[in-house]
Each structure stands twice: as C-alpha cells, then as structure tokens.
C-alpha cells in the first residue's frame, strides 16, 4: 500500500468522524435549545398560574372584606333599629303615663 493510497484510507475516516462530530454536535445543541423552551414555556405556565392563583386570592379577600362589611353595617343597622323601637316604646310609656289625667285636688282638672 503507497502512501496515497493510505492517506486517502485516513483522509476518509477523518472526514466520517468530522461528520458525524458535527451531527453529534448539532443534535446535542438542538436537544438543549428545546430543553431550553421547553423550560421557557414551563416558567411561563408557572408565572401565569401564579398571577392566577393571585387574582383567585385577591378576589376572594375581596369577597371575605366585603362580607365582614355586609355584617358590620347589619349588625350597626339592626342595633339602630332596637335603639329606634326602644325609644318608641319608652316615648310610648312616657305619652300614656303624662296623658293620664292626674288625681290631684281638684277632681282630676289640674
């Protein structure tokens, strides 16, 4: 076998290797790329169910503080209302017992 002949054999393999080298190389960096968006898109899907999860949150404290207010003005207005209908029967009480004709020493004139 010359020289050629052997150069031409190694030239060859080397250019088989170069080859395959370069589509090891461009799978393993398209396999990161996609790795890459693939956690891109998880990130974002996380991030967009947290936004959610917050909105869902504030909402419902918005719910519960609306709510408590609802039964704080209630309670305020029921408390109103008893006030309201005990000075109604006070006033009431207080009207029978002063239209009442007093028995005084005149025959009840006075």
Sequence with gaps: MTKL?????????ASVVVVVVVVV???VVVVVVAAAAIVIVVGVIVVVAAAIVIV?????VG???VGV??????????????????VVVLCSISNRVV???SQGAYGGLG
């Design 5 to 13: 002949h052997r150069c031409n054999k190694y030239s060859g393999i």
């Design 25 to 27: 190389v461009v799978v």
């Design 56 to 60: 869902v949150g504030v909402i419902v």
């Design 63 to 65: 719910v519960i503080v």
């Design 69 to 86: 207010v609802v039964v704080e003005v209630v309670v305020v207005l029921a408390a109103v209302a008893a006030t309201a209908a005990i």
């Design 99 to 101: 239209s009442r004709p």
